[in-house]
């Protein structure tokens, strides 16, 4: 089985063909990160209002945790400076934005105009994006290619929305993203995964939450 992980789904799993080749795994299907799915919203997230929603709130998960201890063991040094993975915000000044956007793409969009979610995953991660500029207009995907384009190094996650604010002659001088998340989201859910073990899941518990349709079996 292809077990993938990431850091922290942001509330829900993502299916493995959203964020690499379009061939469906069996057993890695996407869930809610929780005991039980939430009654208390839209749960079918591709929907732009309905992933908005999810990113501005902080619905009950496994992986919306802050507890300092739990994550220092399992996240190296580095990683343990960031403690707002599960709800997040980027501002990027217009320049700042169209500089990164520019020379990601090695392309002249002109003045960034918007960021437009163009088709959201199970997850409410994007999978493709438009980006419009005064110069050019361009959709971008998959989830890897929108959080490397958005970002020096990558962004927390794709799943976010932007906010444009200070609009001067059509033209946004500030974008704030408002994300859920950190990394892909695909598979085992890391930081989920630690809290259900603190909480005394079993490891199979913990297994067969997040891989709902494998099979465990002894290979020694």
């Not at 700042?96 to 090695?106: S, V």
């Amino acid at each position: 089985m292809d077990a993938r992980y990431s850091k922290c789904c942001g509330g829900k799993t993502e299916l493995f063909e959203n964020v690499w080749e379009p061939f469906p795994h069996g057993a890695i299907i996407s869930i809610f990160d929780y005991k039980f799915a939430p009654d208390e919203y839209d749960r079918d997230l591709k929907k732009e209002k309905c992933a908005v929603r999810w990113i501005d709130d902080q619905p009950n998960s496994f992986c919306n945790t802050n507890d300092e201890a739990l994550l220092s063991n399992i996240l190296i040094d580095f990683d343990t400076k960031t403690n707002n993975f599960y709800r997040w915000q980027i501002e990027y000044s217009q320049q700042e934005l169209q500089n990164l956007i520019n020379n990601n793409l090695n392309l002249n969009f002109g003045w960034i105009l918007d960021l437009l979610p163009v088709e959201r995953g199970e997850s409410g991660r994007l999978i493709k994006l438009k980006i419009i500029g005064t110069n050019k207009t361009f959709t971008i995907g998959k989830e890897l290619e929108i959080r490397r384009v958005l970002s020096k190094t990558h962004l927390y996650s794709s799943a976010f929305y932007a906010e444009k604010k200070n609009i001067e002659n059509g033209v946004p001088q500030k974008f704030i993203l408002h994300g859920a998340g950190w990394g892909h989201g695909v598979g085992l859910c890391q930081i989920g995964a630690a809290v259900m073990a603190k909480q005394k899941y079993r490891f199979d518990e913990i297994l067969l939450h997040y891989f709902p349709k494998a099979i465990i079996h002894k290979a020694y």
